[in-house]
């Protein structure tokens, strides 16, 4: 918790300040002598013992300094829910994603994954399709229509390359197409360690490392200056396997069966070739979280937690109202207190 006006707690020196002009005012008061004939008439006269007759002037202290509190705007780094949150899905398409490790091969897990999450999303969420490989592009700018997403993840194809770095960037562009509050990649943002999360989220899927262009850590840095969360997922399994991709899984001109392994490495098998140490990373610097999935289930399990994950959005919270209420309350308590105790009591005894 922080406080959006500080200075406003110097109220709180009238705390003090009150409680010596009362003890002061108690020593010098004279005290009227009675002459009575009885402790117990007395006792009955008081109407409780000394203790529980501070208990009011201790309210009120206490309503004084919580009302101090309030005065200086007491704030909280708070998780809201988000209604908004627009999902960027970047799905790597080098021709790794054509090992067999994964039945029947990664690409066709992949796509069977991200139609479920498309399905999945509530009616009018907003999702939009970015595929890398050797370069990145928008496949689908953000849009509510389910049909134009599934018919774009029917018609992947593979191609050389991973371009992890360059995916991030077109990422926050296709965003920054939508959100105003999200710069461009072209527009300079200084780098804060409080920039607040945005209603906003990429999620990348990759099955290898960055081969080419940008480097995914300088891409983070972007996100992270813009509040907008990345979320990680290395996809497949450390086995051998045969590379077997159909010629409609493979990009015009890039040859009949098979491929190349992950990463720009070349060969007909493969097995794991995800930077789990930097895709950690890039989630780590966005505020984003990083998921291993080795299989199709695994795969579709993450896909499906992830709105939980995204979902809110941070934000600073007033909380003075609270502490305003807090400190009625206490003061509403003290007075009526006080004024029960000093309501007119019959002494026993009398007629």
């Given at each position: 918790?922080?406080?959006?006006?500080?200075?406003?707690?110097?109220?709180?020196?009238?705390?003090?300040?009150?409680?010596?002009?009362?003890?002061?005012?108690?020593?010098?008061?004279?005290?009227?002598?009675?002459?009575?004939?009885?402790?117990?008439?007395?006792?009955?006269?008081?109407?409780?013992?000394?203790?529980?007759?501070?208990?009011?002037?201790?309210?009120?202290?206490?309503?004084?300094?919580?009302?101090?509190?309030?005065?200086?705007?007491?704030?909280?780094?708070?998780?809201?829910?988000?209604?908004?949150?627009?999902?960027?899905?970047?799905?790597?398409?080098?021709?790794?994603?054509?090992?067999?490790d994964v039945p029947p091969n990664r690409l066709v897990a992949a796509q069977e994954a991200a139609t479920q999450f498309i399905d999945d999303q509530p009616s009018g969420t907003t999702i939009g399709l970015v595929t890398f490989a050797g370069s990145a592009g928008v496949l689908v700018p953000p849009t509510t229509d389910k049909s134009v997403l599934r018919d774009a993840v029917a018609a992947f194809t593979t191609s050389r390359g991973t371009a992890i770095g360059q995916a991030i960037l077109v990422a926050l562009d296709a965003i920054a197409e939508v959100d105003p509050s999200v710069p461009p990649t072209g527009v300079a943002v200084q780098a804060a360690d409080?920039?607040?999360?945005?209603?906003?989220?990429?999620?990348?899927?990759?099955?290898?490392?960055?081969?080419?262009?940008?480097?995914?850590?300088?891409?983070?840095?972007?996100?992270?200056?813009?509040?907008?969360?990345?979320?990680?997922?290395?996809?497949?399994?450390?086995?051998?396997?045969?590379?077997?991709?159909?010629?409609?899984?493979?990009?015009?001109?890039?040859?009949?069966?098979?491929?190349?392994?992950?990463?720009?490495?070349?060969?007909?098998?493969?097995?794991?070739?995800?930077?789990?140490?930097?895709?950690?990373?890039?989630?780590?610097?966005?505020?984003?979280?990083?998921?291993?999935?080795?299989?199709a289930d695994q795969l579709q399990a993450v896909l499906a937690d992830l709105p939980s994950s995204f979902a809110t959005v941070h934000k600073w919270a007033d909380l003075a109202a609270w502490f305003a209420a807090a400190a009625g309350l206490l003061a509403a308590a003290g007075v009526g207190l006080a004024l029960w105790q000093d309501r007119p009591r019959r002494i026993r005894g009398a007629p």
């Open positions: 918790m922080s406080f959006a006006a500080p200075w406003m707690a110097l109220i709180g020196l009238v705390v003090p300040l009150l409680l010596g002009i009362v003890w002061v005012a108690a020593r010098r008061r004279r005290r009227a002598v009675v002459h009575v004939s009885s402790v117990g008439l007395v006792r009955s006269a008081v109407g409780g013992t000394a203790w529980r007759r501070r208990i009011p002037a201790v309210l009120l202290v206490l309503a004084l300094v919580v009302a101090t509190v309030a005065a200086a705007r007491p704030r909280a780094w708070l998780a809201v829910p988000s209604n908004s949150t627009r999902i960027l899905l970047a799905v790597d398409l080098s021709s790794s994603m054509c090992i067999t409080d920039v607040p999360l945005v209603a906003d989220a990429i999620v990348l899927l990759t099955d290898g490392s960055n081969s080419q262009g940008v480097d995914p850590l300088t891409a983070a840095e972007q996100a992270a200056a813009r509040g907008v969360p990345v979320f990680t997922i290395g996809f497949g399994t450390e086995e051998a396997a045969p590379s077997v991709c159909d010629v409609s899984q493979l990009e015009a001109g890039s040859g009949g069966y098979g491929g190349s392994g992950g990463g720009g490495r070349p060969g007909g098998a493969g097995g794991q070739t995800i930077d789990e140490a930097v895709l950690q990373e890039v989630a780590d610097m966005t505020q984003g979280q990083y998921f291993r999935a080795e299989d």
